[in-house]
């Protein structure tokens, strides 16, 4: 199997993204550029954290025109796996590979701590290492982390079971207190429909070696290398007709 | 033509204008003028301080690279170095506070990865006027997101830093800000035009007419200008700084480039001149090939301007095509704009015409240097007795006002906002003695710190400097870091006033005493004079940026209590001084008194019989005292407990409690360690010669002390946590 | 022919930014201000364009780049003059 991380000009957590799944998790992982058209075959495709394009007109609205992105989204709509961490995740919402949209953090700043996110859906290909309700304790760093869906599209995303992750306290309750950023029913992060493309805030490649911190990011890490070796087809798709909100 | 008013506004004086004259054997014209006004100003000439500067040790094993680059470059083995330096944005900073402060990261960012090094931290000395002037928070606000800003999008953590405040900083704030890179040792790059024929490269941003200082251009020759196209203040762009640091890495990681240096202060005047005399070689540029962004802009202009994100580089005619091949590759253009020649002078030519031609020698290595006029500081003014000073009733309310105070009190309300775990090797977050970093393939670790007490430097600017560099290096010593290297931003008010000269020589002076005792070389730093506003001067702030090696990251040290019954050993002696403290200012409202005294030999038995403990894993935590002394520490050391476990402390010294427990004496640190290995502990400290004594146990949920038995001090581990963690977000809160 | 694109925050999407002016608004005195929404201004250089032809450029520039449809709309109008 074979990652690859796509680098952005402007992208930070390129390098950190590619560090943990080639020195880490050991495998064979290449860095694709954003100007090219091929993905090198890879089976599953990151995207990173940092400010594509400076953040300039909106979070992830300039990086989603890249020719790299064409590409990401004919393989995405194929049932390949991706995944958006940060600002990764803000492309993929601008793309409209996944619903909703970032705002502001609720409070104005940005904000770098650790925080808990509670799975809220083990059968993903991104969580199946890990046990629906666990805590995982993993850092954030942004700006514009403050998850909306106007209210049909949020519906939506919860009657499907589209939430796989959300801000908790370290005991798994989810309260207004552990939602620093102010998202929308404190979701840290959703799946799409066909369950192949997963998005969320917090840096999972941060909390991967104990040296750091924490190594509760592995588990998503771990999720995506059990999956991928199974050649199953990419998750179930949920029930229901595919979603307007899905771009 | 060239007037007693225009040298004025040109910061030259009568004499300097003579020199130039003399040195370049003609009148310079407008344009020469103005590229002497800025290679010979403080900021870039040193002036008045390089004269003093001679002092400071700078030599050393490790020593690749010492001061007179853009950065000081030091060996930490396995073919590796490590760049770093710091800057400061003080003026910029008080006129719009976002951008002095992004565009110091920017600076500080770019002398980094000028030499050749991929920047992998930043820390930051902060100081700022009292926050209950909402003036000095809008400050404090704008120079918090500006470092964020910046900092967060070009991807280098900002790991630490301090921040004080003062009233003397209130209309002079001042932001000093320190970078840190990792290079291969034999892939460093200097700021040096060689080689008749090599091509002069300009890359990043367009030029305009960002911060151009001084000198209205009346004169009818240079343009039709009006107001509005006038000098504005210099503002970063943290995307393009991105593209470039990239770009630059990969030209320089493929050895495409002889020499490379960055347009900081003054602009492409200062790379122009100083890489071909660093070189030894002339320069010829064209002006009309540097890329700008305003239509009209005149040589004066285009070789003056400080806009941002802006390199220059040299490379062999072969290899140009390649180089800009791979600058393209990130979207930036890289023209060709002149040639290194034989000769030493600096020919530029504009419109077809050459505007500037000067030996580069006059501009860069010429600057004079002068030995201001020196008062011997006056000696502190004399703090009372203890016995005429009050003790009060309630100590433990006391504590809590010490940490409630801002420059005590917990930064996260900063920190939070600056990404500090991008790169995935920050091992220590902020809030720690020091910051660590790991260094990926290695067991090996970084560690760094910023300190300066600007109080004990205005009470005594010798002691205060060898206090700071003392400091600095037992908080590497906390961590398990032995220190390496040195790098100092001075920053000091009108150095044409005798007392300010006077505290700078003094400053110097114990600066160059202290890197002796600890056989640490300065690799590099910043004057800033002139920090003086309304005739109030900032006391003097000789800020220190040590950085140490940890050998091996295991054995790495945090400050925090691990477990109820673990013995807490006092390092070091408890003495009669509360001058110059924190305490003294907080509750009998003085700043007086001459500061704690400092043993330097005795500061350095401490430190590296502490490491020795450290390397044989018998220390479980270590914290070091300063600012509000040994209460303080310990409350630190129960906030930093995983389970805010406080300790049970005896004491028997006859100090008098507010000295025993607020009394800044120097050279202490707090250890714990395992009940079982106190004996061998103690026996190593009294075997190296360094006074300690157990003092009592981690446990229970309050800082509690005895002295003798009778409780002198108690409070709840939660109480002073709040009253620690609240006050600065108290500060920030929203209004409605 | 010049373009002025405004793009802002859709009434339901809370906008904190415009909050905390209004806010510091109030501290100043300025008690008139009952609400405050903050956007951005897009001027547009169009060449060799007929207005017919700007008025199916425009949105379509809108709507695909300038404005994320989620979370904010927009209003343009041509400029009068140079």
């Given at each position: 199997m074979k990652f690859g991380v796509v680098r952005f000009p402007g992208s930070n957590c390129d390098f950190d993204a590619y560090h943990v799944l080639l020195n880490v998790m050991k495998r064979p992982t290449v860095m694709l550029w954003?100007?090219?058209?091929?993905?090198?075959?890879?089976d599953c495709v990151v995207l990173p954290g940092g400010f594509a394009y400076g953040d300039y007109l909106r979070v992830g609205a300039i990086a989603r025109f890249s020719p790299l992105m064409q590409e990401v989204k004919t393989f995405a709509d194929g049932g390949g796996r991706v995944l958006g961490i940060c600002n990764g995740f803000q492309v993929l919402l601008e793309l409209g590979l996944l619903p909703g949209a970032m705002l502001r953090n609720i409070h104005l700043k940005f904000l770098c701590q650790h925080v808990h996110i509670r799975v809220e859906d083990a059968r993903t290909d991104f969580t199946r290492a890990a046990k629906k309700g666990q805590v995982l304790r993993i850092p954030i760093a942004h700006f514009d982390g403050n998850y909306y869906a106007p209210p049909r599209v949020l519906r939506d995303i919860e009657r499907n079971g589209q939430v796989v992750f959300r801000y908790c306290d370290a005991g798994g309750r989810v309260t207004p207190e552990a939602n620093v950023n102010g998202s929308m029913a404190g979701i840290a992060g959703v799946r799409n429909t066909a369950g192949n493309v997963l998005g969320l805030m917090p840096h999972p490649e941060r909390a991967s070696e104990a040296l750091l911190g924490s190594e509760d990011g592995r588990a998503i890490f771990e999720s995506l290398v059990l999956s991928l070796g199974r050649r199953k087809p990419a998750g179930r798709p949920a029930p229901g007709k595919k979603a307007r909100h899905d771009r | 033509m060239i007037d007693k008013a225009l040298l004025n506004r040109h910061n030259l004086t009568e004499d300097e204008y003579r020199l130039i004259v003399e040195l370049i054997g003609k009148e310079p014209n407008l344009t020469e003028l103005g590229i002497f006004s800025v290679m010979w100003s403080e900021h870039c000439g040193y002036k008045s301080s390089r004269v003093h500067l001679k002092k400071l040790p700078t030599e050393g094993a490790r020593v690749v690279q010492g001061p007179g680059e853009n950065a000081g470059v030091l060996d930490i083995g396995d073919g590796q170095v490590v760049v770093f330096k710091i800057e400061s944005h003080n003026h910029p900073s008080f006129i719009e506070p976002y951008q002095g402060a992004a565009t110091g990261v920017g600076g500080i960012l770019r002398d980094i990865f000028t030499m050749g090094a991929r920047p992998i931290a930043v820390m930051d000395s902060l100081r700022f006027g009292p926050l209950d002037n909402p003036k000095n928070r809008s400050v404090m606000e704008g120079v918090v997101s500006g470092i964020s800003g910046y900092g967060n999008s070009i991807g280098v953590p900002t790991v630490g830093g301090e921040v004080y405040f003062d009233p003397c900083y209130e209309l002079n704030p001042l932001v000093n800000v320190f970078c840190l890179g990792l290079a291969d040792k034999d892939k460093i790059f200097y700021a040096k035009a060689e080689g008749a024929g090599n091509k002069v490269l300009y890359v990043g941003a367009k030029t305009g007419r960002?911060?151009?200082?001084?000198?209205?251009?009346?004169?009818?020759e240079f343009g039709e200008e009006t107001e509005h196209k006038r000098p504005n203040v210099q503002v970063g762009d943290p995307f393009k700084e991105k593209l470039l640091l990239e770009a630059c890495l990969e030209v320089m990681d493929r050895g495409l480039i002889v020499g490379i240096q960055d347009m900081g202060a003054a602009g492409l005047t200062c790379s122009i001149t100083e890489m071909a005399a660093k070189g030894g070689m002339g320069i010829v540029v064209d002006l009309d090939q540097v890329p700008q962004r305003?239509?009209?802009?005149t040589p004066y202009e285009i070789l003056l301007s400080e806009s941002q994100e802006r390199m220059l580089l040299v490379a062999e005619p072969e290899r140009v095509a390649a180089v800009q091949d791979v600058f393209a590759k990130w979207d930036l253009d890289a023209p060709v704009i002149g040639e290194v020649v034989e000769g030493g002078r600096a020919r530029i030519s504009f419109k077809g015409e050459v505007v500037v031609d000067i030996p580069v020698d006059a501009v860069v290595n010429l600057c004079p240097a002068y030995d201001r006029p020196i008062t011997p500081p006056s000696p502190p003014p004399p703090a009372p007795t203890l016995g005429a000073l009050p003790l009060p009733d309630d100590l433990d309310d006391v504590l809590l006002r010490l940490l409630a105070s801002p420059t005590i009190a917990d930064k996260e309300w900063v920190f939070r906002?600056?990404?500090?775990?991008?790169?995935?090797?920050?091992?220590?977050?902020?809030?720690?003695?020091a910051a660590v970093l790991r260094i990926k393939g290695s067991k090996k670790a970084l560690a760094m710190t910023l300190d300066c007490n600007s109080l004990y430097t205005r009470l005594d600017p010798r002691t205060g400097a060898r206090i700071a560099v003392a400091e600095a290096c037992r908080n590497l010593a906390c961590v398990g870091a032995r220190p390496i290297g040195v790098t100092n931003c001075l920053n000091f008010g009108n150095p044409e006033k005798p007392e300010v000269m006077g505290q700078f020589e003094q400053a110097v002076t114990g600066l160059a005493e202290a890197c002796r005792t600890f056989g640490i070389p300065v690799t590099g730093g910043n004057v800033s004079f002139y920090n003086d506003t309304e005739g109030l001067s900032i006391h003097p702030t000789p800020v220190l940026g040590i950085v140490g090696i940890i050998d091996d990251i295991r054995k790495a040290v945090r400050p925090g209590f691990r477990a109820a019954g673990d013995a807490v050993v006092l390092i070091g002696e408890n003495l009669e001084e509360v001058g110059g403290t924190e305490y003294l200012r907080i509750a009998h409202g003085l700043e007086a008194g001459a500061p704690p005294a400092i043993d330097l030999e005795q500061e350095k038995r401490n430190q590296e019989c502490l490491l020795e403990l450290i390397d044989a894993g018998l220390v479980r935590s270590a914290h070091d005292l300063s600012e509000g002394g040994l209460a303080v520490a310990l409350a630190e050391c129960a906030f930093a407990s995983e389970g805010k476990t406080g300790c049970e402390i005896d004491l028997e010294d006859g100090l008098r409690e507010d000295a025993l427990l607020f009394g800044e004496s120097q050279s202490r640190i707090i250890m714990t360690c395992r009940r079982a290995n106190l004996g061998r502990v103690l026996e190593l400290l009294a075997a190296r010669g360094v006074p300690a004594r157990a003092i009592g146990r981690v446990g229970g949920d309050a800082v509690a002390v005895s002295r003798k038995g009778r409780e002198i001090l108690r409070v709840p581990v939660e109480t002073g946590l709040r009253a620690w963690k609240d006050s600065l977000p108290g500060f920030f809160r929203v209004r409605t | 022919m010049r373009i002025r694109i405004l793009v802002s925050f859709k009434d339901s999407v809370l906008d904190p930014q415009g909050q905390t002016v209004k806010n510091a608004l109030h501290t100043m005195g300025y008690a008139a201000v009952k609400d405050v929404r903050q956007g951005k201004v897009f001027e547009l250089d169009l060449e060799g364009t007929t207005r017919k032809e700007a008025e199916a450029l425009v949105p379509e520039i809108a709507r695909r780049v300038l404005a994320n449809p989620i979370i904010e709309k927009f209003d343009w109008e041509i400029l009068k003059g140079r």
């Open positions: 954003h100007k090219d058209h091929d993905l090198q075959g890879v | 960002d911060g151009i200082h001084g000198a209205t251009m009346a004169s009818a305003e239509a009209g802009m906002q600056y990404d500090h775990m991008v790169q995935l090797n920050t091992v220590f977050l902020p809030g720690a003695d | -």
